[in-house]
Each structure stands twice: as C-alpha cells, then as structure tokens.
C-alpha cells in the first residue's frame, strides 16, 4: 500500500532526575532529504540517526529533534578564555586612567562578560543515555510510518474513487467514439456529393478518402493505451516503496490520450466526458505529489 511523506512521531522517556524526547517530522520533497538537531552531548549519533531514517524512509524531507530536559550538569563543562580576560582587564584600566574613574575592576566586573566563561554541551560518555536515545528513535519513526501509511491509505482511497469516475467517462466515449465515426463519413460524403454531384467520377475511391478521413476520428487506440495506463496505476497503488514519481508519469501519459482523444473526436458529448477527466487527473495529480 503506498505511503504519505507527511507523518510526524515523537517518543520521551526519563533521564536521571530529567528527560529525553525524540521528534520526527516528515514533509513532501522530491527525494529524501534528512535534517538532525542534537545537542552537542549526542552529536556522535548524527550519522546513526540519519541511516536509521534512510532505512525507514524512502523520499520525503525528514527532520529529527533531540531534546534533553532537566538535569544535565553531567553532560555540561564551563570553558574560560583566559587571554581575553586578560585584555578585558587591560582596556577596563586604560580606560579607568583615561577617564580618570574610580572604583575597582574584580571578578565581579569580568564575570558579566558572556564571552570570558562559556557552558557547553560536552560528547556524552555515557552508552546508556545513547542506547536509549536510539531506541527512543526507532519508535518515534515507527509512529510516523504507521501515520504515513494512515494517510496513504486515505489518498489510495480517495484515488480510486477518482479512477472509478475516469472509467465511467471513458466506456462512455468508447460506446459513443463508433458512432462519431459513422457521422463524420456521413456528413463528409454528403459534402462531397453536394460538391461534385449525385455522380462523382470514381465512387470507389471516394468511399475510400471517406473512409481514411472517419478512421482519424477513432480513439480506439487511444481508449486501449488509457486503460492500460489505468491498470499499471491500480496496480502500483497496492505496491510498497516509493512509486510516487511513477505514478505522476502514469498521469501524464494519461493527460496525452485523453488530449488526442478530445482532439480527434469532435463531439460534444465526448468533449464533455474529456473535460471531466482532465479535472479528474487534475486532483489526482494532486494527491499523488504526496505519495512517497
């Protein structure tokens, strides 16, 4: 059964006195496109994230979220720039002379410069907390597939339904198609012979001109083509994996028959039947833009 590339999953779990939650959200893209934001305690597990998506998704922009709450102290270090306190201490005395100001410059003072003492996130050593995260991965993609496939099975739904129409329309033109034929060799003869006379010199090979001229107006060729296009499309929609791309070529090909037919076949009722599939395909094309 084909698949949605819009999903979302998210799973939590407790962390020592805190928590870790793992997001996956999925959109449509034309390929598969993989975005990871982990804190920089987890940033080792980038790559293992993004196979571990690659293995589960097959088009689609994925993005995946790690977030840790609560106590981190363990996973955290305070970095200080010991030179450029040293130069912060410096200009605050020259300025001090210069302006002739009192007062004194203590660690106070240099404290409350952000970019002398810094916290950062520190590679975590604990394979618990990586095994955890993972884990917490892996469910959260298992959400987003089962959603992905809830909403795929709802645009295969509404597909169908779309076809079944298109096919109604279609055994239409096909029952009509015939009869524009035999009125267009028809009201052709009755041109020529109010042309040339009741008489015309070679009456075999006028009712054969007449005859090439009624077979331009079959669609048969063209009906047979659309229904095998239609077929493929069936069965493509119970298929699993990405078939997305494919499905959209089927509907172009689907668009080319369907023009030829409302091209050659000047009728009103067959153009009214042409006008419905085209708004048909049309909302198909649609849906399946969202089909992995």
């Known amino acids: 059964m084909i698949r949605s590339m819009t999903g979302y999953g998210r799973r939590e779990a407790s962390w020592r006195r805190g928590s870790v939650a793992v997001e996956v959200r999925a959109v449509n893209h034309r390929f598969l496109e993989i975005v990871t934001r982990l804190p920089r305690s987890l940033s080792d597990l980038e790559e293992p994230f993004k196979k571990a998506v690659q293995r589960r998704c097959l088009r689609g922009r994925v993005e995946v979220t790690v977030s840790l709450g609560g106590e981190?102290?363990?996973?955290?270090?305070?970095?200080?720039?010991?030179?450029?306190?040293?130069?912060?201490?410096?200009?605050?005395?020259?300025?001090?002379?210069?302006?002739?100001?009192?007062?004194?410059?203590?660690?106070?003072?240099?404290?409350?410069?952000?970019?002398?003492m810094v916290i950062t996130d520190q590679p975590s050593s604990d394979p618990r907390l990586s095994r955890l995260t993972k884990r917490l991965l892996d469910q959260a993609l298992t959400d987003l597939d089962r959603m992905r496939r809830r909403e795929g099975a709802a645009l295969a739904k509404d597909i169908?339904?779309?076809?079944?129409?298109?096919?109604?329309?279609?055994?239409?033109?096909?029952?009509?198609?015939?009869?524009?034929?035999?009125?267009?060799?028809?009201?052709?003869?009755?041109?020529?012979e109010n042309l040339l006379?009741?008489?015309?010199?070679?009456?075999?090979?006028?009712?054969?001109?007449?005859?090439?001229?009624?077979?331009?107006?079959d669609v048969t060729e063209e009906l047979v083509r659309l229904d095998s296009h239609m077929v493929q499309f069936d069965h493509l929609l119970r298929r699993e994996g990405s078939v997305g791309k494919t499905l959209d070529f089927l509907l172009q090909?689907?668009?080319?028959?369907?023009?030829?037919?409302?091209?050659?076949?000047?009728?009103?009722?067959?153009?009214?039947?042409?006008?419905?599939?085209?708004?048909?395909?049309?909302?198909?094309?649609?849906?399946?833009?969202n089909v992995e």
Do not use: W
């Open 253 to 289: 090909e689907m668009g080319r028959e369907i023009n030829t037919i409302g091209s050659k076949a000047a009728d009103a009722e067959i153009a009214r039947r042409v006008v419905h599939i085209k708004s048909e395909l049309e909302k198909i094309r649609e849906q399946v833009q």
């Open 72 to 116: 981190r102290d363990a996973a955290r270090a305070v970095s200080l720039d010991r030179s450029l306190a040293r130069q912060y201490h410096q200009a605050l005395r020259e300025l001090q002379k210069d302006l002739r100001i009192g007062g004194t410059i203590d660690l106070a003072l240099l404290s409350g410069f952000r970019d002398i």
């Open 197 to 217: 006379g009741a008489n015309p010199p070679d009456v075999g090979r006028l009712n054969q001109e007449l005859a090439i001229y009624a077979d331009r107006c």
């Open 160 to 192: 169908r339904e779309r076809l079944r129409s298109i096919r109604m329309a279609k055994s239409f033109i096909a029952e009509r198609a015939p009869e524009v034929a035999r009125e267009a060799f028809i009201r052709m003869k009755a041109r020529v």
